[in-house]
């Protein structure tokens, strides 16, 4: 399902869907998810800024004068008094347009305000788990996959033009310093060509996001702790004045919370919802995206119909006494470019890394070709190697690969033979070269067996392959799924590594005894056999063949070194 070029950075639900499947889906949710276009928060309902000084200037003269004598009994000034009077005028508006909400003569929230709170607050935390996901886990990931749908254009250009294998392809001459210098330059060409409306776009998702999930976040908890039952009131009520705070704080998220999420932002929302409930359980990604889709409108709506019932700013005003106050637009979303950016940078930065490895790997298999007479690597069964292969993905599944093809092509048929004699006949100078011929020959004639072994482990029906099937398919948190499966892994890998290390080893004595016994340096640390002569023979056939072992081996140690250099 992936596209061409397409960088799977986790094998999940987002990055499977190719940029065709992406744009059919949000057509297709476009055309049967209903979403309402109106604001959440129509800014022009705030109440403008009531200029007490100004007002009472413009009062008429004996409303001027009943305060003066009035002032002169509360030991209050007529403007205070003023103010006082318009306090009291909005407390009785608020009770008459939302009665039930607040008691401006007690300064206290009532039950009716609580019933509000219970109800924004669902509304809200219906978007949590989504937002959690999508910006506090991987948010380059997700800005990547938006941008593929509003940004279409652009993502397809970051997809194509930077591929260093379409690169090298188009430009034989590049040396591969080269390809990497076009792709850096191509980079930075994308990026600058985005333009101001594309830059909006993407600006207005992040700033909806970033607000929804300061909503999403908000301590409702806390404001809710603060109403307790009354005994006047036959209901729950809360002083004004202990939740303030949280009142300005809650009515500055909802004042920027302006524009509702658009359907590409609610689809890369609930995608990356729904790839982390169960990364191993099919979905069907139309009905459960349209089950959240109809959710996401009904909690907006609700958010919606806080705003329009609930005078949150004129109450803050009546309770805070403070007739110039208005809501502030909260900070947050600018940075998405920086974020998307270093996304990008990364991505083609590790897309560069596999471009050369498999080049590498390339070389090294038909390397490895020449080196097996043009036999083919033997791969093993279960030991997976790779994302796309079947199996335990088992770091090292190269570097076995190669032993055991080196066992069965090479070791076997001719390396064996010519071996066997000294381990049979020949006669050490040095007890300690006779253990260490022994125990290296010894652990390359049993590498097949073990290879196969471990292959077997990792199958449905050995030791580790039961475990991880089980890991996969168990229904458990995410999070300790995760780390079962990722400890199994280790397991296999760990293991297979020490098969590597042996063979190693064994390669590299191996080598050096050989040396020793071909050279035939008295008194280093490895010298000749005793009865050298009569194992080589008089046209000295063995000893050339002896030869020819060594440096299959030293060839063999050398290509071993060179894998697992990409073997990851």
């Known amino acids: 399902?992936?596209?061409?070029?397409?960088?799977?950075?986790?094998?999940?639900?987002?990055?499977?869907?190719?940029?065709?499947?992406?744009?059919?889906?949000?057509?297709?949710?476009?055309?049967y998810a209903v979403l309402s276009k109106e604001v959440l928060f129509h800014e022009e309902e705030v109440p403008p800024k009531v200029d007490v000084e100004r007002q009472y200037k413009e009062a008429p003269w004996y409303t001027k004068l009943f305060l003066f004598i009035l002032s002169l009994f509360k030991g209050k000034p007529p403007t205070k008094l003023f103010e006082d009077r318009l306090i009291a005028s909005l407390g009785t508006m608020i009770e008459k347009k939302a009665p039930g909400l607040f008691d401006y003569?007690?300064?206290?929230?009532?039950?009716?305000?609580?019933?509000?709170i219970q109800s924004l607050k669902e509304a809200a935390r219906f978007f949590y788990e989504a937002l959690d996901i999508s910006l506090n886990r991987d948010r380059g990931a997700f800005f990547s996959f938006l941008a593929s749908l509003e940004l279409d254009f652009v993502h397809r250009r970051l997809l194509t033009d930077t591929d260093p294998e379409a690169?090298?392809?188009?430009?034989?001459?590049?040396?591969?310093t080269d390809i990497k210098n076009?792709?850096?330059?191509?980079?930075?060409?994308?990026?600058?060509?985005?333009?101001?409306?594309?830059?909006?776009?993407?600006?207005?998702?992040?700033?909806?996001?970033?607000?929804?999930?300061?909503?999403?976040?908000?301590?409702?908890?806390?404001?809710?702790?603060?109403?307790?039952?009354?005994?006047?009131?036959?209901?729950?009520?809360?002083?004004?004045?202990?939740?303030?705070?949280?009142?300005?704080?809650l009515n500055n998220v909802l004042f920027s919370l302006q524009d509702p999420p658009s359907m590409a932002l609610l689809e890369t929302l609930f995608i990356f919802m729904l790839q982390e409930?169960?990364?191993?359980?099919?979905?069907?990604?139309?009905t459960e995206l349209k089950t959240l889709l109809s959710r996401a409108e009904e909690s907006l709506g609700r958010i919606r119909q806080f705003n329009k019932r609930i005078p949150l700013t004129a109450i803050i005003r009546c309770a805070s006494r403070n007739l110039v106050y208005m809501p502030q637009s909260i900070t947050g979303g600018e940075d998405w470019f920086a974020v998307y950016r270093d996304y990008w940078k990364k991505q083609v930065?590790?897309?560069?890394?596999?471009?050369?490895?498999?080049?590498?790997?390339?070389?090294?298999?038909?390397?490895?070709?020449?080196?097996?007479?043009?036999?083919?690597?033997?791969?093993?069964?279960?030991?997976?190697?790779?994302?796309?292969?079947?199996?335990?993905?088992?770091?090292?599944?190269?570097?076995?690969?190669?032993?055991?093809?080196?066992?069965?092509?090479?070791?076997?048929?001719?390396?064996?033979?010519?071996?066997?004699?000294?381990?049979?006949?020949?006669?050490?100078?040095?007890?300690?070269?006779?253990?260490e011929f022994t125990e290296a020959y010894n652990e390359l004639l049993k590498l097949?067996?073990?290879?196969?072994?471990?292959?077997?482990?990792?199958?449905?029906?050995?030791?580790?392959?039961?475990?991880?099937?089980?890991?996969?398919?168990?229904?458990?948190?995410?999070?300790?799924?995760r780390r079962k499966i990722q400890t199994l892994e280790n397991e296999a890998s760990d293991e297979a590594a020490g098969i590597i290390d042996r063979a190693g080893k064994a390669l590299k004595s191996l080598v050096a005894v050989l040396g020793g016994i071909?050279?035939?340096?008295?008194?280093?640390?490895?010298?000749?056999?005793?009865?050298?002569?009569?194992?080589?023979?008089?046209?000295?056939?063995?000893?050339?063949?002896?030869?020819?072992?060594?440096?299959?081996?030293?060839?063999?140690?050398?290509?071993?070194?060179?894998?697992?250099?990409?073997?990851?």
Not at 376 to 383: D, E, F, H, P, V
Not at 450 to 469: E, M, Q, V
Not at 528 to 535: I, K, M, R, T
């Open 105 to 116: 003569r007690r300064n206290l929230l009532l039950s009716g305000f609580w019933d509000e």
């Open 182 to 249: 076009t792709i850096n330059r191509t980079l930075d060409s994308i990026f600058q060509n985005i333009n101001d409306d594309e830059r909006r776009i993407m600006y207005r998702n992040a700033r909806s996001l970033h607000c929804l999930k300061e909503l999403a976040s908000f301590l409702f908890d806390r404001l809710s702790s603060a109403f307790a039952q009354d005994a006047q009131t036959k209901g729950v009520t809360a002083p004004t004045y202990l939740v303030l705070d949280q009142l300005y704080a």
């Open 349 to 435: 930065d590790e897309r560069y890394s596999r471009y050369i490895h498999e080049k590498q790997r390339r070389e090294l298999v038909q390397e490895l070709q020449d080196f097996f007479k043009g036999n083919s690597i033997k791969n093993l069964q279960y030991a997976g190697d790779g994302p796309q292969k079947e199996g335990i993905p088992v770091r090292g599944a190269f570097s076995l690969a190669f032993l055991f093809t080196f066992y069965s092509v090479l070791f076997v048929e001719e390396i064996n033979r010519v071996l066997k004699p000294i381990l049979i006949d020949g006669e050490f100078y040095k007890k300690e070269n006779r253990t």
């Open 277 to 286: 409930r169960n990364l191993e359980s099919q979905i069907d990604l139309n």
């Open 448 to 481: 097949g067996d073990t290879i196969r072994s471990f292959d077997n482990k990792l199958s449905p029906t050995g030791d580790l392959g039961k475990l991880y099937d089980l890991a996969r398919q168990e229904i458990t948190a995410l999070s300790i799924k």
């Open 167 to 176: 690169i090298g392809e188009g430009n034989p001459q590049l040396t591969d």
């Open 1 to 31: 399902m992936q596209a061409p070029g397409e960088i799977d950075t986790f094998d999940r639900l987002a990055s499977r869907l190719s940029m065709e499947e992406r744009q059919a889906l949000l057509a297709k949710l476009s055309s």
């Open 518 to 568: 071909i050279k035939g340096e008295a008194g280093g640390r490895y010298d000749s056999l005793v009865n050298l002569g009569s194992l080589a023979g008089r046209n000295g056939a063995y000893l050339a063949a002896l030869k020819q072992v060594q440096e299959k081996l030293e060839r063999a140690l050398h290509l071993l070194t060179e894998i697992s250099k990409t073997d990851f």
